[in-house]
């Protein structure tokens, strides 16, 4: 008789179908219901290592025993007429096969349609007024925590608005296929004018270009981004040529609402993002007001070897390509040169100026920080109602410690677009570094809103979760900022595993996302801080010794990585100390962990109220009031619990 065979006769085949759906069907209940009474994240784990280790008894179980009428006996006792009824093994394949093709049925459900709404949910539940006493995105990294008393997020309607659309990337069909930044900016452009269409609900840029070049069902991006239309095209652009094909997409069933093509020259090409834009207005019966009536994308330059430059350089800048900043800003400056008129390219060379330093430790901090001022007073003469160069400016002054300033040069960039997510996000991280830790997460939580996919803001808010308890909610958008490329992700990540006992891993995932906040310091020093955070005594020694011998060499700009290590392992005054004399590469992530429960200690120092006049901070307290957990006791006094 062969195996086969024998291992039918014995029913080990059906042994091994039931064992396994049965284990899937448990790992399915366990998932769903011990979040539900807050059980560790190890006792998932250990009920799925339990039963992928338990298939092998069952299975040798089933070939040494064997079912009868008597009841379960061992395969030699059995006589031939004594085996299990042929119709009663046929009725138990029968159930394997439906047991199988319910489970396949509930996992596509589940993938498809519970998910994605489950997504949506969680993005919803995080907008504006969903917290009871809630009064870029890469550019300032940092991962503050929420006070303990942040309010988890409530389910709300995730009904869709059906005047609402996401801009997907548009493909560059161009024959040498090196337009991509063309195409990109196409597309960029005409959700920036959507965008401040009053009555439409556009996704933001970070989240629609998270999709690019995946190939995802329309309809499983709408849900995702809770849009119910979808614009996709592509651009074809051959000298001084450019054909724009567009398709507007039902995301509800694929649906195509409308394809068309836009064909025109270089100069026209704010013409053709006019004829788009417009053409979805019409189709969504969108009552345009005001100047929109007659325009939807202004003509922001009349160069188009400007504009090119620009789309170059903003490719760059969205990326955040390191390598590439000084570039793109060569190209901007070269773009003001040809069109000194030209306003967004002025602001977008102020924004690059704010957030050079963080990415090309080659540039002077001091003389970047003075060309983001020059850049941006220029575009804010050229057009006042542009937001970016005023978000630009509140960089510039939280920078320089100038806390009043930044708030309300970012509050006023967010009054002029409220639909401009990295603003929102900015000024969310002005607020929280001042102190404002619940007005800082209500605010990172609008730019969610708008831009759900936002990587910074996402790691942000994992973090706050994380400190307010919420361990499920840390973890998934952590885990989500760290799936879109956002590095310092896996610090909060690492965070988590240490919670779980996990600190190998922990290490492992502080090494990779502390590497990019140790500028200055050796190559290995993510993985020292790592094991001071995580190990024992002497690692934490040794990590300390890593930042005196860093200091020792007298760096003009000391790395924001000094003061925010020196929290972390223990050394509060000593952190407050240096962070005192004004020469941080950037406060913004030693500020964040301040306020968060690592700076628990720090502010109940003696030495703190000297520390907040000394850095600025008293300033937006004597105007705004008392930071959060903090009272007044004088004029530029305050004491910090």
């Known amino acids: 008789m062969s195996l086969i065979a024998e291992l039918k006769r014995r029913n080990v ?59 379960i006996k061992r395969d030699a006792e059995v006589g ?25 049925a509930y996992f596509a459900f589940d993938k498809f349609i519970l998910a994605p709404r489950r997504d949506a949910s969680l993005i919803a539940s995080m907008a504006p007024g969903a917290h009871a006493s809630a009064a870029d995105a890469v550019d300032r990294p940092g991962s503050p925590r929420a006070a303990t008393d942040s309010v988890a997020p ?7 608005d059906v005047k609402s659309i996401a801009v997907l990337p548009f493909t560059d069909l161009s024959p040498t296929h090196d337009q991509e930044y063309f195409s990109d900016g196409m597309a960029e452009e005409i959700l920036n004018a959507l965008a401040q269409v009053k009555d439409l609900k556009v996704a933001g840029r ?54 068309k093509n836009f064909d025109g020259d270089l100069k026209d090409v704010f013409e053709l993002q006019e004829h788009i834009a417009r053409a979805i207005t019409d189709q969504l019966e969108i009552v345009l007001a005001g100047d929109q009536k007659t325009r939807l994308v202004p003509v922001a330059t009349g160069n188009p070897e400007a504009y090119a430059l620009y789309l170059q350089a903003a490719a760059i800048f969205n990326l955040r390509d390191s390598a590439r900043i000084a570039e793109a800003i060569a190209d901007l400056k070269q773009a003001v040169r040809l069109d000194p008129n ?78 401009d997510a990295t603003a929102t996000f900015w000024l969310g991280l002005t607020q929280y570094d001042a102190g404002y830790r619940r007005l800082g997460i209500a605010s990172i939580d609008r730019a969610l809103v708008i831009d759900p996919l936002m990587p910074n803001a996402l790691a942000w808010r994992a973090f706050c979760f994380l400190d307010a308890g919420d361990r499920q909610n840390a973890r998934r ?14 610090v ?36 020292t801080m790592a094991r001071g955070v995580f190990g024992g005594a002497a690692s934490r020694a040794k990590a300390i010794a890593m930042i ?63 520390f907040a006049r000394k850095t600025n901070l008293t300033d937006i307290w004597e105007k705004y009031g008392p930071p959060d957990d903090c009272e007044r006791k004088g004029p530029n006094d305050y004491l910090c619990h």
């Open 206 to 259: 970070t989240s629609s270009f998270s999709f690019k070049g995946k190939n995802e069902d329309l309809r499983a991006i709408g849900r995702t981004l809770g849009v119910a239309n979808v614009l996709e095209g592509s651009v074809r652009k051959q000298g001084d040529k450019v054909r724009i094909t567009a398709q507007l997409v039902q995301a509800s069933d694929g649906f195509h609402l409308w394809s």
């Open 477 to 490: 958008l952590a885990q989500r900022s760290a799936d879109l490329g956002f590095q310092f992700a896996e």
């Open 492 to 527: 909060q990540l690492a965070s988590l595993s240490h919670a779980d006992n996990h600190d190998a891993e922990a290490i492992a995932q502080y090494t990779r996302g502390a590497r990019a906040m140790l500028n200055g310091f050796p190559g290995d020093a993510s993985a």
């Open 80 to 104: 031939a007429g004594e085996s299990i009824a042929p119709q009663t093994a046929r009725r138990m394949d029968r159930m394997i096969i439906s047991v199988l093709l319910l489970a396949l």
């Open 548 to 610: 005196d011998s860093y200091l020792a060499t007298r760096p003009k700009t000391v790395s924001v990585g000094a003061p925010w290590g020196l929290l972390q392992l223990g050394e509060p005054a000593r952190a407050l100390a240096l962070v005192e004399d004004p020469r941080t590469s950037n406060d913004t992530l030693f500020m964040a962990w301040l306020w968060s429960s690592h700076g628990t200690v720090a502010r109940t120092l003696p030495q703190f109220p000297e």
């Open 154 to 160: 409530t389910q709300s309607s995730n009904a869709i």
């Open 342 to 419: 030209y306003a967004r390219a002025h602001a977008r060379l102020a924004s690059l100026y704010a957030i050079a330093n963080n990415y090309d430790n080659t540039f002077d901090l001091t003389e970047s920080l003075a060309n983001d001022e020059r850049e941006a007073r220029i575009a804010i003469a050229l057009d006042p109602a542009l937001a970016e160069p005023y978000a630009a400016l509140g960089v510039l002054h939280e920078y320089r410690r100038e806390w009043l300033a930044s708030r309300e040069a970012l509050e006023h960039a967010v009054a002029l677009d409220p639909s």
């Open 13 to 71: 085949i059906r042994m091994a179908g039931l064992y396994l759906v049965g284990a899937w069907l448990l790992t399915q209940v366990a998932g769903t219901v011990l979040p539900m009474f807050g059980a560790p994240d190890w006792i998932a784990r250990s009920i799925v290592i339990v039963l992928a280790l338990g298939l092998i008894p069952a299975v040798i179980f089933s070939w040494v025993f064997e079912m009868t009428p008597d009841g």
